[in-house]
């Protein structure tokens, strides 16, 4: 599995369903963590969970003297909000090596990824976290203010 984290001081997903022109707020969460996820055709649920615990543990958020040294976890542990917003997205897995289209025969089948992405979720919310989510297979349009910038790549 793969996932794009993003510190964000705001961060909203709307979504529409292929045959609907109405978009509606999905999620949205103030200062966290937005995290793209993606999975391939072997990922399993242990994956989703680790990758749920490395997302809870990344020291990628400000201390009191703006020092990325304190995770959701310790956001937590002081009874702040640890927020993350998870989108599905599909793309990570786009394969550009050759020619201008990209390829997505890496990209997992929405009925594979969408259980993993969900526990990505459901893991995070166990541990804590207030977890806001797109709605998979619709389109989505995210809006978001990175804060930093920081971005990160993670992969298990």
């Not at 055709?41 to 003297?65: C, F, N, V």
């Not at 050759?98 to 009925?111: F, Q």
Request: with cysteine; glycine share 8%; hydrophobic share 40%.
């Amino acid at each position: 599995m793969r996932a794009l984290v993003q510190r964000v001081i705001r961060a909203e997903v709307k979504s529409r369903a292929a045959d609907s022109s109405e978009w509606s707020v999905a999620g949205a969460i103030g200062p966290g963590l937005c995290v793209f996820v993606g999975a391939t055709h072997d990922d399993t649920a242990a994956q989703a969970d680790k990758l749920a615990g490395k997302i809870w543990g990344l020291r990628i958020l400000d201390d009191s003297e703006c020092v990325m040294n304190r995770s959701l976890s310790d956001v937590h542990e002081t009874g702040g909000p640890a927020a993350v917003l998870i989108v599905s997205q599909f793309t990570l897995y786009g394969d550009t090596r050759k020619g201008r289209r990209p390829s997505w025969i890496d990209a997992a089948r929405p009925e594979h990824a969408e259980p993993l992405v969900d526990r990505v979720a459901d893991q995070l919310r166990s541990l804590g976290a207030t977890v806001a989510t797109g709605v998979f297979r619709t389109e989505m349009n995210v809006d978001l203010t990175n804060d930093g910038p920081v971005t990160l790549m993670l992969e298990v």
